[in-house]
Nanobody
Framework: QSQVVESGGGLVQSGGSLRLSCTVS????IAWFRQAPGRGREGVAC????????WYRDAVRGRFAISRDAAENTIYLQMNDLKPEDTAVYYC??????????????????WGQGTPVNVSS
């Protein structure tokens, strides 16, 4: 069983930073997805909890960083140099037993409720 709760979204100007938090109990792989208005949900980053390996979408590599605080059962997504095209609802997701990273949409066992990120130009 896993529970996923995100926080940390908000409004920021282009070039600014935000840090999203995901409190998650359980899960081999934890991922961040995003869904912009009128578009499908896409993977942004993921982390394998058992070995710490990560993956990033090309559009965010070098600007976003996924990390964990195991003691707090929390996964973070630090987002720097934000651009208007990063505007979306961001979702944290957990795959309880799988080992894929990047994590596919249909491999997700638990989704968070989503947190909006709005980047103004």
């Amino acid at each position: 069983q896993s529970q996923v709760v995100e926080s940390g979204g908000g409004l920021v100007q282009s070039g600014g930073s935000l840090r999203l938090s995901c409190t998650v109990s359980g899960g081999n792989t934890i991922a961040w997805f995003r869904q912009a208005p009128g578009r499908g949900r896409e993977g942004v980053a993921c982390l394998k909890q058992y070995d710490g390996s990560t993956w990033y979408r090309d559009a965010v590599r070098g600007r976003f960083a996924i990390s964990r605080d195991a003691a707090e059962n929390t996964i973070y997504l630090q987002m720097n140099d934000l651009k208007p095209e990063d505007t979306a609802v961001y979702y944290c997701a957990a795959d309880v037993r799988g080992t894929s990273c990047p994590l596919g949409y249909y491999e997700v066992d638990f989704w968070g409720q989503g947190t909006p990120v709005n980047v103004s130009s």
